[in-house]
Structure formats: structure tokens, C-alpha cells
């Protein structure tokens, strides 16, 4: 039998993976904005564009280097919680 506590950690770990999914969605779409913009500037502007699409840069890579801890954490406990597959809760 499946520990509580265990299928509780598991659902926690669930939920905080979403979360972190989420931030690198939202890292990776301001990444792309600030791309755009960094390319539809000219002059002094371009070098703040550029600077400004570093920092998303780096904001959307600690992102996915927390998403992939996260789920490293997550998956041994994946099993854990009814009604999953491949670690996603159905």
C-alpha cells in the first residue's frame, strides 16, 4: 500500500512542478518579446534591447534548470498519485 504521505509529497511535487512549468512558459514568451524588440531597433536603442534580451535570456535558462530539478525531485514519486500516467495526473 501507498503511503499518505508519500501521495501527499507526490501532489505537492505535482503542483510545484506546474508552477515552475509555468515561470519558464512565461521566461521563454518575454525571451521571444524581448528577440523582437532587441531586432526592431537601431542606434543607442539596439544596445539597450540587446541588454534587456540578455537578462530574459537568463531569467528563461534558471527557469528550465529549475523545471529540470524539479521534476528530478518529482519523478521517483510520480507513481504515487492515482490516476497517472507518465507521471502527469490524469
Known sequence: ????????????????????SLTWSDAESECDRTLRA????SGAEATTAYLC???A?????????DLERLWRLYEPYAHTIVGVSNGIPK
Open 1 to 20: 500500500m501507498i503511503d499518505n504521505a508519500q501521495t501527499g509529497v507526490a501532489t505537492i511535487g505535482f503542483r510545484l512542478l506546474v508552477d515552475a
Open 38 to 41: 532587441w531586432f526592431d531597433t
Open 53 to 55: 534580451y540578455q537578462a
Open 57 to 65: 535570456l537568463d531569467r528563461e535558462e534558471a527557469a528550465a534548470h
